[in-house]
């Protein structure tokens, strides 16, 4: 994919430090990664995405795929926030294995 289509700038997130809910229990604080931002392409995912991104694997739905340059840093734990919507990370691709470019497979998050 070329680099002109990387027009979309996110902010990965990691779950961080554990937080007192003020009930007994505990929330999960997100904490940007370093960089926080990236440029990355968004697009809608179709079922041949699915499968070719994950042939011969299971993985969770998506409804997004998301293609930019490299980074070990982003993990199935991490979240992408664009322009205030949330995408959960289920899948990543590093394609070729050689640490250039990543696909993510991303669920987007319904506020409630």
Known sequence: M???????LVTFDAPGARVP????GYTEAWAPLNPPTWYVAIR???ARDLEDVTAGTT??????VVTGDYRADV???ARLVHEGRQFEITGIANVEERDETMI???EELLAS
């Open 2 to 8: 070329p680099r002109g289509d990387y027009r979309h």
């Open 75 to 77: 993990t199935t734990k």
């Open 21 to 24: 809910d003020g009930e007994g």
């Open 59 to 64: 993985t969770a739905s998506a409804t997004h």
């Open 44 to 46: 809608p995912a179709t």
């Open 104 to 106: 993510l497979l991303c």
